[in-house]
Structure formats: structure tokens, C-alpha cells
């Protein structure tokens, strides 16, 4: 079963903005992680955050984690055109290797 | 040096062909996984080794058939190819066992059966 379920499914902001993507996901996690998607290309990892952790930063990135509700936000800051992708949230509930969602299509507009 | 790497990137094939994947890391990774991205994105585990053993073997037809001659690699076989067995499939690293799973993944095979 899908363990991760993005929100939206698909984002369109303009150059400046920000975008702010949630997961949510079923079963106890001792870790939860985004990764960006480009067209046609591998999954690269931005951030990790772990069970006991509420927030994390990097760069233009935020990450918050509410394990009491089992769900995941993505905040990304001043966004680029660069940042156009997918991204994905991905679970690590001890099964040693990670469950995805299916993903947000992020589109940013020059 | 590319950390990990899967060849071919396109493989067209016919309908019952068999066909290979293979993947390699240099990353001295422990653990390799197959994952399927179907049409929808949606990315799904199919198999994970971990020292050249199997440890997860989802619900996949035993006609997908793993093969790990060592720890920096793991090549997918697929006997008696599908329409259905079109998608991207990822290799993917990671070491498991330091809190931190962060995985790898190679560019991709774009599995297109005909």
C-alpha cells in the first residue's frame, strides 16, 4: 500500500513565491526524507528528518514533521525556475529501504 | 564518477524478450535497491540486498529476477517481457545501520516493452 500521499499533486507559483508541499503517511517512521525529481532524471535527497525532530532547515528549504498527526510539510523560499520538479517524500519505517509518495509536480513560472 | 551508475538508460524490447539492467555504486554502499516509477510517478520497491543478500522481495513476478555479484552491484533480469513492465526503473544506495538512510539513485532505465 502507498505509504506517502502528497499535497497538492501539482503546484504552479510564480518566480519569488513560495511553495509549501505536505505528506502524509500511515505507519511509525524512524525517519522521514524529500527528494527532487527533474524531468527524465534520477531522484536526488534535500533533507532528512528524523523521528524526534519537529523542524529542520537547508538553505531555501524548511521541513516540519508532526509524527502525532503522521504528516510532513516542505516549505521551499523565494523559489526558482530551477526549482521546477518533482518532489517526493519517502518514509523509513524500519523495513530498510524507504516508501514513497507519489509525488508533487512543482512548477515555477520565470 | 558518477556514484551510481545503471545501464542501459532506453531499452525498447518486444514482447517476450528477456532483458537485463545492471547497476553499480561506488559509493561502498551496503545496501541496493531496485525501485519501478510507474506512468502516474508513483515509485515503488521491488527488491533490497544488503551485502549481496536479499532482504526485501516485494509482490513482483518471478519473472523480475535480481542478481548481486557483490556489494557494488545489483543487476535486474526480466524474463518474458510485459506491456505492463513499461516504466522507469531506478537502482538505488544507501548505507543502512548509521541512522541516516539516505539513498542514492542512479539516472534511471526507461523500460519501453513494444
Known amino acids: 500500500s502507498q505509504q506517502g500521499e502528497e499535497d497538492p499533486q501539482a503546484l504552479s507559483i510564480q518566480e519569488g513565491e513560495n511553495a509549501t508541499m505536505n505528506c502524509s503517511y500511515k505507519?511509525?517512521?524512524?525517519?522521514l526524507q524529500w527528494y527532487r525529481q527533474n524531468s527524465g532524471r534520477g531522484l536526488v535527497h534535500l533533507i532528512l528528518?528524523?523521528?524526534?525532530?519537529r523542524e529542520k532547515h537547508s538553505g531555501r528549504l524548511r521541513v516540519t514533521l508532526d509524527t502525532s498527526k503522521k504528516s510532513s510539510s516542505l516549505l521551499i523560499t523565494a523559489s526558482r525556475a530551477a526549482d521546477t520538479a518533482s518532489y517526493f517524500c519517502?518514509?523509513?519505517?524500519?523495513?530498510?529501504?524507504?516508501?514513497f509518495g507519489s509525488g508533487t509536480r512543482l512548477q515555477v513560472q520565470p | 564518477d558518477t556514484a551510481v551508475s545503471q545501464t542501459p538508460k532506453y531499452l525498447v524490447t518486444q514482447m517476450g524478450n528477456d532483458k537485463s539492467i545492471k547497476c553499480e555504486q561506488n559509493?561502498?554502499?551496503?545496501?541496493m535497491y531496485w525501485y519501478k516509477q510507474d506512468s502516474k510517478k508513483f515509485l515503488k520497491i521491488m527488491f533490497s540486498?544488503?551485502?549481496?543478500?536479499?532482504?526485501i522481495n516485494e509482490t513482483v513476478p518471478n519473472r523480475f529476477s535480481p542478481k548481486s555479484p557483490d556489494k557494488a552491484h545489483l543487476n535486474l533480469h526480466i524474463n518474458s517481457l510485459e506491456l505492463g513492465d513499461s516504466a522507469v526503473y531506478f537502482c538505488?544506495?544507501?548505507?543502512?545501520?548509521?541512522?541516516?538512510?539516505?539513498?542514492?539513485f542512479g539516472q534511471g532505465t526507461r523500460l519501453t516493452v513494444v
Open positions: 538505488a544506495s544507501s548505507q543502512v545501520g548509521l541512522g541516516n538512510t539516505e539513498a542514492f
Open positions: 505507519t511509525s517512521i524512524n525517519n
Open positions: 528528518i528524523r523521528s524526534n525532530e
Open positions: 519517502a518514509t523509513d519505517a524500519g523495513r530498510r529501504a524507504l516508501t
Open positions: 559509493l561502498g554502499h551496503d545496501t
Open positions: 540486498y544488503n551485502n549481496k543478500e536479499l532482504i
